[in-house]
């Protein structure tokens, strides 16, 4: 599958953002949708596909976690 360009990849993170109700999903904290990174919960390079179900939104500390 190819990567996501730019247009899919910020309705993607729009779409998320409203399904988490704009929370990190792994510290469950509010945060602004500026502040959230749109992540894989299987890595790409693991198999894992480009579709909602296999994306969610994360906030910078938690990107900077080892365990996200
Ligand atoms: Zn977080």
Sequence with gaps: MRTLNARQRRSKK???YLKQHGFCALCH???PASEL???H???RKAGGANTLAN???ICHPCN???AA
């Design 64 to 66: 900077r976690h080892p």
């Design 55 to 57: 994306l969610r939104l």
């Design 14 to 16: 729009r779409h998320l």
């Design 29 to 31: 904290t509010p945060h």
């Design 41 to 43: 919960r299987v890595h």
């Design 37 to 39: 990174i749109l992540k």
